[in-house]
């Protein structure tokens, strides 16, 4: 099963690009939607620009051009008209991603499909504010998208089989590997990333090593492909504090976000987006 023909993403930040860029790729007519002219440039910017890489690493028999010339930015939700697919990338709170859920498949036909890229909130209660929710997942694509060979699939309880299997089929055309899980809070990837991540957190806070020493061991002694804290300043510590906020609350106190954290959102320590987190990365 291919992916559809035409697919739209809406919001072009660095996950929408990302998810637009996988789509394109792939060989689908990509149409973003973004709030206004200024972020719709910026969010051709940065699909171009990862079109651009592919093409130069030879990830991609089409040039730049044809590439290009299947993605389309717009401002209207009336754009998505036509689309296969629709995949929200909004930012991670429930009220703006409920209310652009429900503004999108107004314009949907009938027999479209739609999907959140949430990374931790509930698809089941989004999909309760739907009026198709049999038609809704969740596709929690990884950051940065080009690089990740994952995409979790999650399913809300209204989400039906031939989604379920639609979706898996579509996260092999995209040349990466689907995990599928049930809706539970963080799903299976952000729940336990955001779980090593405040262990680690709580480690530089209690002076047990550095958080360079602390990504070192993680790396070395368990290969992964960077540590925790990297990982954190990458994804974005205000991102990782709303997650861990949003699983306290709905798992307990094991998730509760350590003063460290708070105290680095607080002071605009956002991480790689802001050039200091837990790393520096001014240079």
């Known amino acids: 099963m291919s992916i559809p023909h035409r697919v739209g993403v809406l919001g072009g930040g660095r996950m929408g690009a990302g998810i637009a860029h996988a789509f394109c790729v792939a060989g689908a ?64 709170d429930f009220q703006l991603k409920s209310a652009a859920l429900t503004a999108v498949e107004e314009h949907l036909e009938a027999e479209a499909w739609l999907a959140t890229n949430t990374s931790s909130l509930s698809v089941s209660d989004l999909a309760d ?4 929710p049999e038609r809704f997942c969740g596709l929690h694509f990884f950051n940065p998208v080009p690089a990740s060979t994952l995409i ?26 689907p995990v599928v899980v049930n809706d539970a809070p963080g799903f299976a990837s952000s729940r336990l990333g955001v779980a090593i991540a405040l262990e680690a957190m709580r480690m530089v806070e209690e002076g047990v090593a550095s958080a360079e020493d ?15 804290l990297r990982t954190t300043d990458i994804v974005g510590l205000d991102v990782r ?43």
């Open 241 to 283: 504090l709303g997650i861990a906020e949003y699983l306290e609350s709905t798992l307990g106190e094991r998730f509760a976000p350590p003063q460290i954290l708070r105290d680095k959102v607080e002071r605009g320590e956002l991480g790689r987006k802001s050039g200091k987190g837990f790393f520096d990365w001014t240079e």
């Open 152 to 177: 979790e699939v999650v399913l809300a309880r209204q989400t039906s089989a031939e989604l379920a299997e639609s979706a898996r089929a579509w996260v092999g055309a995209l040349g990466k590997t």
């Open 129 to 132: 504010q739907l009026m198709r």
């Open 214 to 228: 602390i990504d070192a061991a993680m790396v070395l002694g368990y290969k992964h492909a960077q540590g925790p």
């Open 29 to 92: 007519a990509v149409v973003i939607v973004e709030r206004d002219d200024d972020a719709a440039e910026a969010a051709r910017g940065r699909v171009t620009a990862a079109l651009d890489k592919s093409v130069q690493r030879s990830s991609t028999e089409e040039d730049l051009a044809a590439l290009t010339a299947r993605v389309s930015l717009s401002t209207d939700y009336a754009s998505f008209a036509d689309c296969g697919l629709v995949v929200e990338a909004v930012p991670e």
